[in-house]
């Protein structure tokens, strides 16, 4: 009997909480939510807003369709759909916003020794969480080694020159996967489209990415919740202000499927070929873009917690960590996390 849970992160991995001082003042503020990626994303404005929220939505509109366009694996009308799907050796163009991706996530990987890959797209449709969402099936070994060996970042090369950003693969058959740094990416572009008309007082959240500036409706910091690592309620694990830093949490139990008893989460391992094995449940990283953040949780959520600690510390990044234990939870974080964590 297999089980499949797959639901969205959003603001389940991480709520905003306003501070509920009824007697401040209120200031102006819009709240626009809708759906991308097979998640939601949710903007939040306050204080002076400079333009409508008609004319906002469709700023927003215009924005989400750029990102599909920058990262989509699932649809044949964006690039990344045929760049998989064609054994086409040689260099494309691709947009800026793409390979601002690449690059970081080519930084990522480098610094987590390939824990985060994202060429990692054949083991993750071969374990059924791919596009196709395949009906689950426990891979064999065979099927296993064969996709670990379309799985390394050095067979992605990119390169610019007067014309543009060129991405090329160098063994045909490779596949990218960016799922996991689509909703910080995705963060990113809604925080700058923001600034670009004026608004600096928001709070603009894909799945479980959330990025800050300014101020809330109650003229204090955004404040966000790291949510305990439990699919069935939301309950508040920790409280950060993030003082316009960007957020982002990865999990391992949100988006999984049970079969004979064992757990198997939807983060894989390339080094093994198979989904995480640890005690290491939750992880969240706090940066100054989403995107980092984003590829830095998934990183860190590949480690198991003693190696993800220890390699946050040497990159001095802001990380908080939750393990399942046998009487509950046990949490970790680093000296820089603290610093944004409310007492
Ligand atoms: P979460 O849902 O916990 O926030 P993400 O959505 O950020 O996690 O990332 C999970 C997705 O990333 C998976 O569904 C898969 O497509 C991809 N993925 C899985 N393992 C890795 C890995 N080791 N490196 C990069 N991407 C991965
Ligand atoms: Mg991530």
Request: proline share 5%.
């Given at each position: 009997m297999i089980n499949v849970f797959t639901k969205g992160?959003?603001?389940?991995t991480l709520i905003t909480v306003l501070s509920a001082c009824n007697k401040c003042h209120m200031r102006p503020q819009i709240i626009i939510n809708g759906n991308i990626m097979g998640t939601v994303y949710s903007v939040k404005v306050s204080g002076?807003?400079?333009?409508?929220k008609a004319c906002l939505q469709q700023k927003i509109n215009a924005v989400l369709e750029q990102v599909n366009n920058d990262i989509s694996t699932y649809n044949a009308n964006y690039f990344l759909f045929h760049f998989n799907h064609s054994n086409n050796t040689h260099p494309q163009l691709i947009s800026r916003g793409l390979a601002n991706i690449i690059i970081m996530a080519q930084r990522i990987g480098h610094d987590t020794s390939g824990a985060?890959?994202?060429?990692i797209g054949s083991l993750v449709n071969l374990w059924g969480f791919g596009p196709d969402k395949k009906p689950v099936k426990i891979p064999t070994e065979q099927q296993i080694v064969e996709a670990q060996?379309?799985?390394?970042?050095?067979?992605l090369n990119l390169f610019s020159n007067h014309r543009g950003e060129w991405l090329q693969k160098t063994l045909p058959n490779i596949y990218v996967d960016l799922s996991t740094l689509g909703e910080g990416y995705c963060t990113d572009e809604l925080a700058k489209l923001m600034m670009r008309n004026g608004i600096t007082n928001y709070l603009v959240s894909v799945g479980g990415a959330i990025s800050t500036h300014g101020l809330n409706g109650h003229g204090k910091p955004w404040r966000v919740a790291i949510q305990q690592p439990i699919d069935y309620k939301n309950a508040v694990q920790a409280l950060v202000d993030l003082h316009g830093y960007s957020i982002s949490t990865a999990g391992s139990y949100r988006n999984y499927f049970e079969k004979d008893g064992l757990h198997y989460s939807h983060v894989i391992d390339p080094s093994i070929g198979k989904p995480i094995q640890h005690h290491l449940v939750s992880a969240t990283v706090i940066a100054s873009s989403a995107l980092e953040a984003d590829g830095w949780d998934t990183g860190l959520m590949v480690l198991d917690t003693e190696k993800a600690l220890k390699l946050a510390q040497e990159k001095e990044l802001a990380a908080y960590l939750i393990s399942a234990t046998n009487n509950g939870f046990s949490t970790v974080m680093t000296t820089q996390f603290k610093a944004f964590m409310v007492q």
């Open positions: 992160l959003l603001l389940s002076h807003i400079p333009v409508k985060m890959d994202i060429t060996k379309k799985v390394g970042l050095q067979y």
